[in-house]
């Protein structure tokens, strides 16, 4: 089993709003990750997870704050976000050991913000 | 900062004929993964590849990691209509063990 589940699948949301976006794996995987995608674009990095402590954060604005509560689950809170951030957002997860690198990749949340 | 150049950026092809891309850099990867997106899905992860000059298939489907660590191809032999979609390679990097992306291959077969 490789899956990598995300809700919401949608989510419309107002600059003043605050909301969560979840994901989840049952794979015993110890990397987690949330990447950012645009139309036609390749997903771009935002936050890496390793063994449940944040080991990235590529410069990501303060509105968003991600969360990793336990091993399978990875939260990233949305507050006071701008037109320019809707985008499909990803979660990934790996095993992140030597020969065993692969990223598996969630169905995403197509976030609009108005 | 590492990136990686996939060509061709798009592809028209009839159904039945093979398909060819590649991904190139200037700097070395301990790692190539070839990913397939459909429109409003996440990236499926293809062929996953670890040493140099490896080649692997899975089904219809051939990637080989270049002898230099410095590019990767993917195969796609007799294409059907399900084919379509944007195919990513992503090489990793054994200095900051981020994923790096290239801009895509969207590929559109004809019935």
């Known amino acids: 089993d490789t899956e990598v589940t995300q ?3 949608h989510l419309v949301m107002g600059m003043t709003n605050k909301k969560s976006l979840k994901c989840e794996q049952h794979m015993g995987h110890r990397a987690m990750y949330w990447y950012k ?11 890496v997870y390793s063994y449940e402590k944040l080991s990235i954060n590529e410069s990501v604005p303060s509105r968003f704050s991600p969360e990793c509560p336990n091993s399978s689950l990875l939260n990233l809170h949305l507050h006071a976000l701008q037109p320019e951030d809707s985008a499909l957002y ?10 065993s690198y692969e990223q598996y990749f969630g169905p995403g949340t197509r976030l609009t913000v108005t | 900062g590492q990136q990686l150049n996939q060509s ?3 592809m028209f092809i009839q159904e039945g004929e093979d398909v060819s891309m590649n991904c190139t850099s200037s700097s070395i990867f301990n790692t190539w993964l070839w990913y397939k997106q459909d429109p409003g ?3 499926v992860l293809l062929i996953a590849l670890y040493k140099a000059g490896e080649l692997t298939s899975n ?6 990691f270049g002898i230099t660590r ?10 059907i209509p399900s084919d379509v979609g944007i195919y990513f390679c992503a090489g990793r990097s054994s200095n900051t063990g981020k994923l790096i992306f290239g801009q895509g ?7």
């Open chain 1, 7 to 9: 809700t919401p699948k």
């Open chain 1, 37 to 47: 995608q645009k139309a036609k674009k390749p997903p771009e990095l935002m936050f």
């Open chain 1, 90 to 99: 990803l979660c990934a997860s790996s095993y992140q050991r030597e020969g």
């Open chain 2, 8 to 10: 061709p950026q798009s």
């Open chain 2, 41 to 43: 899905e996440g990236p």
């Open chain 2, 59 to 64: 089904g219809r489907l051939t990637a080989q």
């Open chain 2, 70 to 79: 410095k590019d990767s191809f993917l195969n796609i032999s007799a294409s």
């Open chain 2, 105 to 111: 291959t969207t590929l559109q077969v004809k019935p």
